[in-house]
Every structure is written in structure tokens, then in C-alpha cells.
């Protein structure tokens, strides 16, 4: 059966765990030092190792390493009965819900219930609580008074997308992470990575555009690494993504005819951009999407005034990028600027 990449190339350790170097140190240093907090808050966008992260500390939290007699650490050994069964999802000390399907009071006062019992075979009993902010208000209420004053023995890991639904006193209870969008440069080079694992080759350039594309989200970048190999491979199962099919598939292929466009509109070109447009239109072009095209060019052609180097976006084909300098070198910097605020 195929696993999705997203979910063959989950992290097992920090180590694997790329764009998070804050938080990999201050977790470092933390347990070493025994300052080991008892909840901790993850936050940050979809798919950047949120959940990852929780697991990996609830391994850290129990790893008795491979001699049985390890201490907490942030680099499970990956091979004590404790590391194994946390990692299959099947020890009884770590309970993982998703306050999504359950966010009800009756939720929480199970575990709250819970809490007061030491564990059965771990060091710690570790609640993690992925989406934490679907719970309801009374259920965050019940969760405070744990969190005043949990024992020893029980750590929390909550995580979530929405760190403004959190109610403070929530927050303030516990060590909280950022974590941040990964950057384009690192994307790409896990893509390349994780192409090669697979034998398929990934030019720098559409790993580029694919690490674009998925706005610094770690899973929706493998998402479309997945869909491109599942589009691009052959009958004999050779794997061939190129830039320009990517662009195809992500459907930022034709933006000829929106330069086209906002050339003529840029240059007083009345006549033709009217009829263009009403072509575009009986061809059944999404108004919005037109528009937002546009404010994307006339903003490219912000950033090109701003900096020439910027021309070279990924995001727009070379011939597009040509057209965008050409158009550029005509226009002073306030009217893309003028035209963006009034697309806007
Ligand atoms: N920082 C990262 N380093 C390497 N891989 C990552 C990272 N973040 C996410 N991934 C990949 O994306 C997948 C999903 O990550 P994870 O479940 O940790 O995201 P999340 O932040 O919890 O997202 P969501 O908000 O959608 O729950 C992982 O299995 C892994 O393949
Ligand atoms: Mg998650
Ligand atoms: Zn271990």
C-alpha cells in the first residue's frame, strides 16, 4: 500500500525535524538542565511539526534508553520498550486526543480524573492535546485548575493553529512554542531529499516552486511533491516533473494573458484591455481571480522597481519574468503601487 510522503517522512527525532532550530534549542536546554516545564503550547500554521513535536517530547519525556537506565531526554533512543509503544501509538501513559472530535466539559473531566494516578510503566503521564483550541469553555475552565497545580508525574503538550483562541490564562500556565513557517530555501532542500529517497530526480528549480507553493507548510509541500509524482510518472515508471508541468498543475501555468492586460492597461492601451477583458470574460474567467492576478503582477512589478534582482520570482515563468522587467522599465514606482491599492 502507498503511505503518502507526509506520512513515511514524519520526523522521529529533532534531529529530522527541519525549521525549528529555536525550538530545538530551548527544549535542548531546558531538559538539560532538569528545568523540564509541566505544559507546553505549540503553535504555528498547519502542517509545520506541531504534532511531531508533541510526540517527539513524549518520547523524550519516557525514553529510558537503550540500557533501561536513560534519563529524559530531547533524543529519544528510538529503541526502549517506551520509545516503541509511544511511537505505535499503544502506550497507556501517553494519551493523545483530539480536542476536534471531543471538546466537551465531560472530555476533560475524564482526563482531569485521570490525572491523579500515577503511571502504569512510564516516568511521566503525558496528555497531548492536539487542537486544543476546539475545546469549549468549560472544558478550558476544568483544564485550568489541573494546570495550577498538576503533580509531578503529568506533563502536558497542547497544540494548535489558532493560539488566539486560547483563553490566557491557558497560555500563561504553560512554555510556549512558535513555530515558524519553514523557509523556501530549507523546503526545497527537504524536497530534494525526501525526491531522492524516493528515486525520483527533483530539479532545484521545481522544488523551488514547490516550496513556494506551499507557503512554508512542511506537509502541503510533500502534498504536492506526492501529486506531482502520481501526475508526472510514466507506463515504465520513469518520474519526470519539470518546472513548466508544475506550474501547469499548480495552475499558475497562463499568466500571459494577465500581463498582456495590465501592460495595456499600465500604457493607456484603453481600447485593447477592454476588449480583452471582455474576451477573457465570455471565456468564462473567474472576475476574482483575474483581479487577483493582477494585484499579484502589480506588486511583482513593485518589488521588480524596488529591487531588479527580484525579477527572478519562480512563481512566473522567464518569459513572464521578461515581460514584467520590460513593463517595468516604462513605469514609475507609484503607479503599480497606485494600481495594487486600487485592485485591492
Ligand atoms: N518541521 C518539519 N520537519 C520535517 N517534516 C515536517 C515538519 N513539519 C511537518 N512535517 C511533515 O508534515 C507532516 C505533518 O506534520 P505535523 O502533523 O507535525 O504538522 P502539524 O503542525 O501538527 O499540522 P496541523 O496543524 O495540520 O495539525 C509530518 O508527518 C512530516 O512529514
Ligand atoms: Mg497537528
Ligand atoms: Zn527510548
Redesign the pocket.
Known amino acids: 500500500m502507498y503511505r503518502v ?7 522521529q527525532t529533532f534531529a ?5 532550530e529555536v525550538l530545538v534549542r530551548t527544549l535542548t536546554n531546558a531538559f538539560a538542565s532538569g528545568r523540564i516545564a509541566h505544559a507546553f503550547l ?1 503553535t ?12 517527539i517530547i513524549a518520547r523524550g519525556l519516557n525514553c529510558i534508553g537503550a540500557d533501561g537506565k536513560g534519563e529524559a531526554t530531547t533524543n529519544p533512543c528510538g529503541v526502549c520498550a517506551n520509545c516503541i509503544a509511544i511511537r505505535d501509538d499503544r502506550h497507556v501513559d501517553v494519551i493523545e486526543m483530539d480536542a476536534a472530535s471531543r471538546t466537551g466539559v465531560d472530555d476533560i473531566r475524564e482526563i482531569i480524573d485521570s490525572v491523579q494516578y500515577a503511571p502504569t510503566s512510564a516516568r511521566y503521564k503525558v496528555y497531548i492535546i ?2 486544543v483550541h476546539m475545546l469549549s469553555k468549560n472544558a478550558f475552565n476544568a483544564l485550568l485548575k489541573t494546570l495550577e497545580e498538576p503533580p509531578p508525574h503529568v506533563k502536558f503538550i497542547f ?3 489558532e493560539i488566539r483562541k486560547i483563553p490566557v490564562t491557558i497560555i500563561s500556565r504553560c512554555q510556549r512554542f512558535d ?1 515558524r513557517r ?1 523557509d523556501g530555501e530549507t523546503l526545497s532542500r ?1 524536497l530534494v531529499d525526501v525526491a531522492r529517497r524516493e528515486q525520483v530526480a527533483l530539479d532545484p528549480l521545481s522544488a523551488e516552486l514547490i516550496a513556494v507553493a506551499a507557503e512554508g ?3 502541503d509541500a ?1 502534498s504536492i511533491l506526492d501529486q506531482a509524482m502520481a501526475m508526472h510518472t510514466d507506463g515504465a515508471g520513469a518520474t519526470h516533473i519539470t518546472p513548466e508541468s508544475l506550474r501547469e498543475m499548480l495552475g499558475i501555468a497562463d499568466q500571459s494573458r494577465s500581463f498582456a492586460l495590465i501592460e495595456q492597461v499600465m500604457t493607456g492601451k484603453v481600447e485593447e484591455a477592454l476588449t480583452l477583458v471582455g474576451t477573457l470574460y465570455r471565456q468564462g474567467i473567474d472576475p476574482g481571480l483575474l483581479l487577483n492576478d493582477l494585484m499579484e503582477i502589480a506588486h511583482y512589478l513593485t518589488r521588480i522597481l524596488a529591487a531588479p534582482s527580484l525579477a527572478a520570482d519562480v512563481h512566473y515563468s522567464p518569459k513572464e519574468q521578461e515581460t514584467a522587467k520590460r513593463l517595468a522599465a516604462q513605469l514609475s514606482v507609484s503607479s503599480p503601487t497606485r494600481a495594487w491599492q486600487i485592485l485591492f
Open positions: 510522503l507526509a506520512r513515511k517522512y514524519r520526523p529530522d525535524l527541519i525549521g525549528q505549540l504555528g500554521i498547519r502542517g509545520i511539526g506541531k504534532t511531531t513535536t508533541a510526540r492536539d487542537e497544540a494548535t493553529t513555530l519553514v527537504h507548510s512542511v506537509r510533500l
